[in-house]
């Protein structure tokens, strides 16, 4: 099976947000706020923030990789942040999210990256199974924290 990783383009927003959505929905997110514009703004600009990358299965678009870069404070190098990856069900368990993964490190390991870290539903078993077959572990001793909305607003005016 043919699977490969394609940059996407301006074009590709609404399919991608189409994806976001249904990834939102199978993780259980409530309110999903991003838009086109967001998109956009945000992988298409002089200064992207983050990247988006389309899976290819035989042509046609099997899924997206959205990842980012972040600096290891410990380490002093690069890393790379993926924000989400997503397979539609007719390409999962067919090895589409394996080899858009090995090529996700390939673009790592070339842009000087020491690991990839990425977030994941506790309770997704299906993901948490996969990630496990690729050798990836939980990092015990680290926890998820998040200030936002009036905490944020509030934190700002402290």
């Not at 706020?33 to 200064?47: G, I, P, Y």
């Not at 899976?55 to 790379?80: C, D, H, N, P």
């Amino acid at each position: 099976m043919s699977v490969y990783l394609k940059k996407a383009e301006i074009e590709d927003c609404p399919s991608i947000l189409d994806m976001l959505h249904d990834l939102g929905h199978s993780d259980g997110v409530k309110e999903i706020h991003t838009s086109e514009e967001d998109l956009r703004a945000n992988f298409f600009s002089d200064n992207p923030v983050a990247y988006a990358m389309l899976i290819v299965v035989r042509g046609s678009v099997a899924g997206f990789l959205i990842y980012s870069w972040k600096w290891a404070t410990f380490t002093g190098q690069r890393e790379m942040y993926m924000q989400a990856i997503y397979i539609r069900p007719e390409h999962r368990r067919k090895g589409v999210a394996r080899s858009a993964m090995s090529e996700l490190a390939s673009i790592a390991l070339k842009s000087g990256c020491s690991r990839i870290e990425w977030y994941v539903v506790k309770d997704k078993s299906m993901s948490n199974g996969f990630y496990e077959s690729i050798h990836s572990h939980v990092l015990e001793h680290m926890a998820i924290r998040r200030v936002s909305g009036e905490a944020l607003s509030e934190l700002s005016r402290s």
